[in-house]
C-alpha cells in the first residue's frame, strides 16, 4: 500500500509539476536572442581559420582550433557556466539545477571544420546552447535539472580521417586503437596532438577510458542538438524548423578488386581479369539491393571509384570502390552491406579476380525521444514558427549520444542545402528562430523532475 | 599481240631477276650488324633524354628531339644516305636504286619517346634500317628500287596528345585543323612548335599538303617497319623474330555521362539520376559487345573511370569513360563502338542522364602485305631464326603506310614485354637478328624491278 501511495503522490506530483512548469518555460522571455546578437556571435568565431574568409578552416588541436575553444570557454564563463574539459578535449559549461541528482539536460554540437568548410555547421549547436542558457538564466529561468552545453572535440574527420571521437568517446563507441593509429597528413596521431594541446592520457586506452560518461559521471536525461539542415528541404519547403526524429545509420565500406591488368590492345577478352568489370556488377548490385528494400530511407551511393592503371588503353590491375550506404534501420543497412559483401565475392570467384572487402564504419541510427520531439514542437508553435518531423540522413554527435540517452535534433534551414563549402549560410533571423525555439526546449526539459529521480521518490 | 608479247617478256624478266636476285639478296655478308655495333648505337641515341637514364624522354622539337635529330642525319650522312625533310618534320635518307623510276622500299619507324620511356621503342625501327642499308651497301648490294630510311615526325601523342601525326601527314589521313587545336601543355600548338624549329609553313593546311605523298612525289613500292613487340608473346613462345600480317584497327571513345549529383546522405534512390550506375551499364554492355563478335581480336577495355566528384558520400555529377576498342576488321570493331554509342544513349534515356559520346580516333585496320611477309619469311630461314606470323595490336606508322602502300612490320622480341617504361629492353643479339632480318627483307624488294614499273614496260 506504501508503494501504491508514493505512486499516486508521484503521478500527482508529475502532473502538478510539468503541466505548469512547462507552461511557464514556453512564456519565458528571450530577449538576449536577437538576430543582430547572433551576427555577432558567427562573425566573432569565424575569425578563428586558417583559411580566408568566407571560408573556415578550423581542424582540431591546431593552433586556430585551441584559441577556439578558448574563446567559446569565455563565452560559456560569460554566461556563468562551469567548465570542465574531459581527457579527449570535449568541453562542458554547466548551469546548476535545483536537483543535484538529477540527470542533465545537454545540448550543444561541435566547433571543428573541414577544410574550406563554411561558418554554420556546429557551429550553430554550440553558440545556440550557450547562447540558449544565458537567455534562459537572464529571464529569471530555475531550472530543477541541470543543463550543460557542450563543445564535442573533433566531429569533423578532416584531421585524423574519423568522425566524431568526442562524442564516440563519451558513449564507449571508441576503439581506442584509433587514438594511435590514425594519423593526420603529417603522421601525427590525435593522442600525440591532445597531449600536444594539454589533453593528456598515458594511453589511447586511458583517453578513451577517462571520457566515457560511466567514468565522468555523466548522467544524461536529455540531449538535444541544433544544427543546420545541409540539405534542401526546409528551405525549399518553406519551413522554419525541422524536429529530428530519427538519425540514418550512415556506414562506409570499400571494396577492392584486383586483376593482372595487361595492354588494352593485346590482352583477348576471354584471358583477361578485369576489376572494373567486377566494380562495375558491383555497383549495379548494390544499386539494385538499396532499391530492393522498398524504403526511401535506404540508400546507397558508389561515391569514390579509383582504377589503377587509369588510362584508356590499360586493363586495370585494381579498382577501389568507396561505397555509403545509410538506413535509419540499422538492420536495413547491415542486409546492402552483407548483399555488397556476398556479391563481391561472388563476382570476384567468376571474373577470377582478387578481392577484399572493408567495413570502414557502421554507426547504429539514432531514433528520437518524443519527450524531447514534444518539448520542441511545443516551442515552435508557441512561437509561431512551422516545423516538421523528419529524418537527418547526415551524421551528428547526436547519433552517438542518441545510443545512451533520449535525444533529439532542431534543424534549421540552409541556404541552397549548401554544407561543407565557404558559401555555406543560415541567416540570423533564422539562426535566432533555432536558438529560441533550443532554449524554450532546454526549459521544458530542466523544468520538471527527472525521469530517473522520479524512480528514486 | 605486242601487249602479250611484253606480257610475256615482263613475265620471264621476273623469274629471271626475282630468282637469283633473291637468292643472291639472301646470302649477303652482313659484317657490319653486329651485337657490339647495335649496343653503342643504341648506347649514343638514348644519351638524348631529358629524363634521367635508363628513362628517355624526348619530345618532339624541343631541343634533345632537335640534337637526336641531328645525330639521326648524320648516322645516315655516314651510312651513303641523301637526306630530304618535308614539311612536317618526317626525314627520309635515300639510296639511290638502278630504276630511278621504281616506287622506293622504304623503311624506318620513330626516334620520338614518351615522357619517362625507354630506349628502344621507335628507336630500333630507325636505327636498324639505317644500319640495315650501310651493312647492304658495305656488303657491295646493288638495288634496282631505291631504298630509303624514314624516322617518322611525332609518332608519339605525349607532346600534342595525338599520335601519328608525321605518318597521317604522308598517307593524308591528317585533319590539318589538329596541327593548330591540339596543344601541349604550355599551350603551343604542333604548326606553332614545327615553325620554331624550322620546319615551317604558312598554315595547318599547308603543314598536311606538303606532307602528303601525292605532293612530294613519294611513291613506295614496299615498306617495312622493324619494331620491339611490346608485347610477351615472342619472349614467352621463345621465338625470335615476329611477322606481323595485320595491325589491328585502334580507337578511343569517349563517354560522358551527367547527372545532378547530390549527398549520398540526403537524396532518395528513385529520385537520382547517378552518372556512376549508367557508366557500369555501359561498360558491362560494351565487354558483351566485344565478346559477342566471337573473335578473338577484338577487344574493349574501359581504360578510363573518371568521376566527379569522386569521395565515398557524394552521389558523382559527371563520370567520364574513355574507352580502347580494337581489331583487325575495321568493320567488326566499328560495329562495337556503335553498339556502345546506341546504348549510352538508351541507358542515358532511361536513367534521366545527360550524356556525350566522342570518336577521339578510329586508325583502319593494316593488313600485311604477302609478297613482304613472304620476304621476311625467307630472311628468317636463311638466317636460322625461328619466326611466327602474328598480329600487332599495339598501333605504329606502319598502320597508316598500310593504308597507301604494301606493308609489313618485323617485331623483335622484348623482355617481360615491357615498354613504354624505363626499363624497356631488347638486347643487342635481339636487335642485330632483327635489323639482319630486315636488311635481307630490303634487299630482296629492292633487288627486283618494281611491280608498278612492270605496269608501265
Redesign the interface.
Known amino acids: 500500500m506504501k508503494g501504491k501511495l508514493y505512486a499516486l503522490t508521484v503521478a500527482a506530483l508529475i502532473l502538478f509539476v510539468v503541466g505548469p512548469s512547462t507552461a511557464s518555460s514556453l512564456d519565458m522571455p528571450l530577449e538576449g536572442i536577437t538576430p543582430g546578437r547572433m551576427k555577432q556571435l558567427f562573425e566573432d568565431l569565424a575569425a578563428f581559420t586558417d583559411s580566408a574568409p568566407p571560408s573556415v578552416t578550423r581542424l582540431v588541436f591546431t593552433d586556430t582550433d585551441m584559441q577556439a575553444r578558448k574563446h567559446i570557454k569565455q563565452l560559456m564563463t560569460d554566461a556563468g557556466l562551469i567548465i570542465r574539459e574531459d581527457a579527449m578535449g570535449n568541453i562542458f559549461g554547466r548551469w546548476q539545477g535545483s536537483d543535484p541528482d538529477a540527470g542533465v539536460v545537454l545540448s550543444g554540437s561541435h566547433s571543428d571544420s573541414i577544410v574550406l568548410g563554411g561558418r554554420y555547421d556546429g557551429t550553430v549547436g554550440v553558440l545556440g546552447a550557450i547562447s540558449a542558457i544565458k537567455a534562459l538564466r537572464e529571464a529569471g529561468f530555475k531550472p530543477v535539472k541541470s543543463i550543460e552545453a557542450i563543445m564535442f572535440s573533433t566531429e569533423e574527420a578532416s584531421r585524423f580521417n574519423i568522425p566524431c571521437l568526442g562524442s564516440r568517446g563519451i558513449t564507449g563507441h571508441l576503439d581506442p586503437s584509433i587514438l594511435d593509429s590514425y594519423k593526420d597528413e603529417n603522421g601525427t596521431s590525435f593522442a600525440e596532438a591532445a597531449r600536444a594541446v594539454g589533453y593528456a592520457a598515458a594511453s589511447a586506452q586511458e583517453f578513451a577510458d577517462k571520457t566515457h560518461w560511466k567514468r565522468t559521471g555523466l548522467k544524461i536525461d536529455a540531449f538535444v542538438e541544433l544544427h543546420i539542415e ?2 534542401p528541404h526546409l528551405e525549399a519547403e518553406g519551413f522554419d524548423i525541422g524536429i529530428v526524429e530519427a538519425i ?1 545509420a ?1 556506414s ?1 565500406i570499400r571494396v577492392e578488386f584486383t586483376g593482372k591488368g595487361g ?8 584471358q583477361r581479369n ?1 576489376p ?2 567486377a ?3 558491383l ?2 548490385t548494390i ?1 539494385k539491393a ?2 530492393g528494400t522498398g524504403a ?1 530511407e ?10 589503377s ?8 590491375r585494381k ?1 577501389q570502390l ?3 550506404i ?1 538506413d535509419t534501420v540499422g538492420e536495413r543497412r547491415d542486409s546492402v552491406i552483407q548483399t555488397a559483401f556476398d556479391s563481391a565475392a561472388e563476382i570476384a570467384a567468376r571474373r577470377k579476380c582478387g578481392f577484399s572487402t572493408k567495413t570502414l564504419f557502421a554507426y547504429p541510427p539514432g531514433t528520437g525521444d518524443e519527450r524531447i520531439l514534444n518539448a520542441i514542437e511545443n516551442a515552435s508553435n508557441k512561437l509561431g514558427l512551422s516545423s516538421k518531423r523528419m529524418i537527418s ?3 551528428h554527435d547526436a547519433g552517438l549520444i542518441a545510443q545512451i540517452a533520449p535525444t533529439a535534433m532542431i534543424f534549421i534551414p540552409c541556404r541552397d ?1 549548401l554544407s561543407h563549402h565557404p558559401d555555406e549560410y543560415a541567416s540570423p533571423e533564422q539562426i535566432a528562430n533555432g536558438v529560441k525555439i533550443l532554449a524554450l526546449t532546454l526549459a521544458q526539459l530542466a523544468g520538471s523532475p527527472s525521469s530517473e529521480g522520479k524512480d528514486e521518490l
Chains 1, 2 share one sequence.
Not at 540508400?299 to 582504377?307: I, N, P, S, Y
Not at 592503371?309 to 586495370?316: D, E, G, K, Q, S
Open positions: 545541409q540539405g540514418a550512415p562506409m595492354h588494352g590492345g593485346g590482352m583477348p577478352m576471354l578485369d572494373s568489370m566494380a562495375a556488377e555497383a549495379l544499386e538499396a532499391l526511401s535506404t540508400v546507397a551511393t558508389v561515391g569514390l571509384w579509383d582504377q592503371p587509369n588510362i584508356y588503353n590499360a586493363i586495370p579498382v568507396d561505397i555509403d545509410r540522413r547526415g551524421y542545402g
